[in-house]
């Protein structure tokens, strides 16, 4: 999504223009997805993965669930930040061997390559989705953090997690590359070029201690308080200016095929459309009056 979209999306050319062009989508308020948890508290967003007992692995179902929510987050203006998290102790264990593994290898005896590269580019869909969503998103991590559960973890903007858990990009361990849904374009960035070959080319797990040394994590946080902290901080944000924070993200999005000129021009762009907010002229005011702002994400 442009910057200019970005502004047409959260209101700033006029809330009552921009309505009328929003598509018939999910009504967040009362969203009951049928393949994950789904709570709203303020305007902080919750999605827990929650098949416990198989430590929270994903599904054909699931992952085009999941997809088509954060597609649609983009017109939720309710919901300003959104939290990942697995029930029962773990993050996500990845795809289901026996719900997806089993079908995409009967795919490949059939020859079947048109639909194993709908699949994949299905799931690639997901962090696309993920990405383009003007919402942060916050994943917190325990336990089991493996395959596509790693991929979630790593297409959102921020990761709390905890000295137990175990993150693994272990798609060559099953054989494939480890080239998938973005994790050789987004990994080295995040970790850098040389650790990011390691856990692609070796699909080991790293812990926690060493997740967050290696810049994976923001921060490691008790078992018990990981979802706590990780809702706090998305409150934190979710009452800062939401529609700046949107810029951001899409900046840093599309920034990463941009030389440094164009990248200068393009924030030069963005900072010029954030200064027609009124969050800009609210923080303005606020310092004069020696208050604190209060932010509407307008």
Request: aromatic letters at 8%; proline letters at 4%.
């Amino acid at each position: 999504m442009s910057n200019l979209e970005h502004a047409a999306a959260q209101g700033v050319v006029g809330e009552t223009t921009t309505a009328r062009f929003r598509p018939m989508r999910v009504d967040f308020g009362t969203f009951k997805p049928r393949h994950f948890l789904w709570q709203v508290e303020g305007a902080v967003a919750t999605i827990t993965l929650n098949r416990p007992e198989r430590k929270n692995p994903l599904t054909l179902e699931s992952y085009a669930e999941l997809r088509d929510a954060f597609r649609d987050l983009v017109y939720a203006d309710e919901v300003k930040t959104v939290v990942i998290t697995g029930a029962g102790g773990n993050f996500c264990s990845g795809g289901d061997v026996h719900e997806i593994i089993g079908p995409l290898v009967e795919m490949q005896r059939k020859g079947d390559m048109a639909g194993l590269l709908a699949f994949t580019r299905m799931t690639g869909d997901l962090v696309k989705a993920m990405r383009a969503c003007p919402q942060p998103i916050i994943s917190a991590i325990d336990g089991i953090c493996a395959g596509a559960g790693a991929i979630l973890a790593m297409a959102s903007d921020l990761r709390y997690g905890t000295a137990r858990s175990k993150v693994a990009f272990l798609f060559v361990r099953v054989g494939l590359a480890g080239a998938d849904m973005g994790a050789c374009n987004m990994l080295p960035r995040i970790v850098g070029a040389g650790r990011a070959a390691e856990l692609l080319y070796t699909g080991r797990s790293m812990d926690g201690a060493e997740a967050e040394r290696w810049g994976f994590y923001n921060k490691l946080c008790e078992p018990d308080a990981v979802l706590a902290d990780a809702q706090v901080l998305a409150k934190s944000l979710a009452a800062g200016p939401t529609f700046g924070h949107a810029m951001t993200k899409s900046c840093i999005h599309q920034q990463w095929s941009m030389g440094i000129d164009d990248s200068i021009e393009a924030e030069a762009r963005a900072q010029a459309i954030c200064m027609q907010t009124k969050d800009y002229e609210r923080a303005y005011e606020a310092f004069v009056a020696k208050s604190k702002p209060v932010f509407e994400g307008n």
